[in-house]
């Protein structure tokens, strides 16, 4: 994490620096730019200091605080020796040495307080030196807890929210296939890896709208089949609309009942659609005999479909809308390049869409803008593969072998920060999840 740590040192030389200045602390110079009452200089990455929470479970709610605004990549965590923190905290009321808490870099003061259902975070405007926000947040369930973990997640998100408008991705969880060929749950900070199959081989797993259910594909005697499974029962449920033989990569569309996935005929693939709860056959909406059409994801609106296509001689990213009309490639085609692109995500805010592509022999992970075609190359050590991005459209999570074993990673889209998520040798496949409700 990449927290800035101030020293003992530091508070000393800031302490002595107010000195000259205290005739002019009545009018602080105020930085441009205003976000829900707080201010800050726009383009930079406010300090935020979360102090201490005298209760039981309050260090490890400081600490998920810390963290979730750490991995949000838009505000930078300023940390103080403990007992030296404790002690510039006002014992009644919200008299902070504002002045101070400027000096050190501080834009923001986030106090966690125990409440009778969970916790109170008021925040401070170091700036205007005045509290400007205040939120109760329940805690679901005991201390540390997955569900406990969660609601503080929930908060995080909220906090961020004050500070930049938007909320942020805290409160998610990530699905993945690992090493032993199941489905895999984690929350976004890399906590609580949790197995949720036992099935011959499960693999491309792909959240519903609101995070309830997931659909993958697994096999069994009769071949590669599309399976749901329910995170409120924990049960599977093997949709039969799938015709038998190979059924790969299947995707939710926004209306959380349509599934496109890949099914082998004719000597290739195609795009198919189903109802899920419906036993009708699926629809087949791509006609590419002898070629692959695998990957598909719908746009945000579900209007279109992204997919990977191997009808041009090498795979390729296309967009088609969601009946299966008007195909067209996407990413730029050279005559007789051994290209290779696939795995296609697209964005929830419908601007981007990510995608595997070869580059000089190995997999990296790209962009392209859906408004003016331009593409944007994030990774370049290892083998990086199968995109999958955050409900802020900020961040993505992908499969790379940088350090080695193949292992889950998380990418900021903006500041181009790499943290690795998982430390079991295998993780693939990963599918983000929306922000979850409680």
């Not at 900020?394 to 430390?423: C, I, K, N, Y």
Request: hydrophobic share 35%.
């Amino acid at each position: 994490m990449q927290f800035k740590q101030i020293s003992l040192a530091a508070i000393a030389g800031a302490m002595l620096a107010l000195a000259p200045a205290r005739a002019h602390a009545q009018n602080p110079t105020v930085p441009e730019g205003v976000r829900l009452g707080l201010n800050y200089t726009l383009g930079t990455k406010p300090g935020v200091l979360v102090l201490p929470m005298d209760s039981v479970g309050g260090d490890s709610v400081r600490a998920i605080l810390q963290r979730d605004i750490d991995y949000d990549d838009r505000a930078t965590v300023i940390t103080l020796d403990d007992s030296t923190v404790r002690g510039m905290i006002p014992k009644s009321g919200d008299k902070y040495n504002y002045p101070l808490f400027a000096k050190l870099g501080v834009v923001a003061i986030l106090r966690p307080e125990r409440s009778l259902t969970g916790i109170n975070i008021t925040m401070y405007d170091v700036a205007a030196k005045k509290r400007i926000q205040i939120g109760g947040f329940p805690l679901l369930d005991q201390v540390n807890s997955r569900a406990w973990r969660l609601s503080v997640h929930r908060a995080s998100d909220e906090v961020e929210r004050w500070i930049f408008g938007t909320p942020g991705s805290a409160a998610t969880r990530i699905l993945y296939s690992g090493g032993d060929k199941q489905i895999w749950v984690i929350d976004s900070d890399g906590e609580n890896a949790q197995k949720l199959t036992s099935v011959t081989l499960a693999m491309s797993a792909s959240w519903n709208p609101d995070g309830t259910r997931f659909v993958f594909c697994g096999f069994t005697p009769s071949g590669s089949q599309i399976a749901v499974y329910s995170f409120i029962t924990g049960d599977i449920h093997w949709l039969s609309g799938t015709a038998r033989g190979l059924n790969i990569t299947p995707a939710y569309a926004p209306d959380g009942r349509t599934i496109a996935y890949a099914s082998g005929r004719e000597g290739g693939t195609d795009i198919m659609v189903m109802q899920e709860g419906d036993a009708s056959p699926s629809r087949r909406i791509t006609v590419g005999k002898g070629s692959d059409n695998t990957s598909p994801s719908f746009s945000p609106d579900g209007r279109q479909i992204a997919f990977m296509s191997g009808r041009a001689g090498h795979p390729e990213v296309y967009t088609m809308d969601a009946d299966g009309t008007n195909p067209s490639l996407l990413t730029e085609f050279t005559y007789g390049e051994q290209a290779y692109r696939a795995s296609p995500d697209w964005a929830p805010d419908g601007r981007r869409i990510a995608y595997e592509s070869r580059i000089d022999g190995s997999f990296q992970i790209m962009t392209i803008d859906m408004r003016d075609r331009s593409t944007k190359q994030y990774t370049s050590d290892g083998q990086n593969e199968d995109p999958s991005w955050s409900p802020d459209s900020r961040h993505m999570v992908f499969s790379s072998t940088r350090t080695g074993p193949r292992q889950l990673w998380v990418l900021d889209a903006e500041s181009g920060r790499m943290r690795q998520l998982t430390h079991a040798a295998g993780a693939r496949l990963a599918a983000w999840s929306p922000v979850l409700k409680p």
